[in-house]
């Protein structure tokens, strides 16, 4: 079993960037592929980026492509999201999961989630 704890959240302004760091327990993290979704008010929890075990491949929507860059270190057990250029429509609570699956964008095929942190961009 994985637990999964988001952070690095908070309010920032348009253009600005943050980084989200998702740290895991247990001793097979490096096993997982791991990816990151959000979602907005009143819509649909969304694929956002995705890493695969070794961090050798990596896929994100297009709404985030060439923005945001997932990575990780399965030495400290944690994933990372940086976001540059945000957008107010980044918004969002964002999550970070973890499959058992070789490699997954739909968010169903994910097991283990974390609680969620929220990103809030101003215009």
């Known amino acids: 079993q994985v637990q999964l704890v988001e952070s690095g959240g908070g309010l920032v302004q348009a253009g600005g960037s943050l980084r989200l760091s998702c740290s895991a327990s247990?001793?097979?993290?490096?096993?997982?592929?791991m990816g990151w979704f959000r979602q907005a008010p009143g819509k649909e929890r969304e694929f956002v980026a995705v890493i695969s075990w070794s961090g050798s491949s990596t896929t994100y929507a297009d709404s985030v492509k060439g923005r945001f860059t997932i990575s990780r270190d399965n030495a400290k057990n944690t994933v990372y999201l940086q976001m540059n250029s945000l957008k107010p429509e980044d918004t969002a609570v964002y999550y970070c999961?973890?499959?058992?699956?070789?490699?997954?964008?739909?968010?169903?095929?994910?097991?283990?989630w974390g609680q969620g942190t929220q990103v809030t961009v101003s215009s």
């Open positions: 247990g001793r097979t993290f490096s096993s997982y592929t």
């Open positions: 999961a973890a499959t058992g699956r070789v490699w997954t964008t739909r968010l169903n095929e994910y097991v283990y």
